[in-house]
């Protein structure tokens, strides 16, 4: 990102973390779901595992749902919220642009109008930032 947007990630350390409870089939961020037992929302067990000296932390997980239907696998591949993002490590190809896309949240970036399909678009078709965004993500 740093050509367009003036930002530069180092990555400072990579570690296996242990949770010490059964996640399941599916990690959710499920609290801001009306409805959902407590338990459901796994989120706040795993980056209870973050590393407080980094400023953006990734977990990578076998499968991430943030909606009602976690039993689906829908568009949802990451998360991102306070420093923490949750990542489906099975992905492939789109994880740079993912993993971009929710460093851009990070910055303090939002999802688009409709229509402007750029990287930070839910249903981007495009991997370039607009202005606006890059003027966001490093003021």
């Known amino acids: 990102m740093l050509k367009q ?4 990630v180092i990555k ?7 949770i010490d409870q059964d996640l399941g ?32 932390n990734v977990f990578f997980v076998w499968e991430y749902e ?6 689906i696998d829908d568009s949802a591949e990451a998360g991102t919220a306070g ?6 490590d099975n992905i492939g190809y789109q994880t740079h642009e993912t993993l971009a ?8 970036v939002d999802h688009p109008a409709p229509g ?9 078709t495009d991997h370039r930032i607009s202005k606006a965004h ?3 993500m490093n003021p």
């Open 5 to 8: 947007a003036n930002v530069e």
């Open 12 to 18: 400072q350390n990579a570690r296996n973390v242990k």
């Open 25 to 56: 089939t599916v990690v959710r961020y499920s609290k801001h779901l009306r409805g959902v037992d407590p338990k459901e929302h796994e989120w706040d067990v795993v980056v209870a595992k973050r590393d407080n000296a980094a400023d953006f």
């Open 66 to 71: 943030q909606d009602e239907t976690p039993n």
């Open 83 to 88: 420093g923490n993002c949750i990542f489906e």
């Open 101 to 108: 896309h929710e460093i851009g949240h990070h910055l303090g």
């Open 116 to 124: 402007l399909d750029l990287l930070m678009s839910p249903h981007r």
């Open 134 to 136: 890059a003027n966001l």
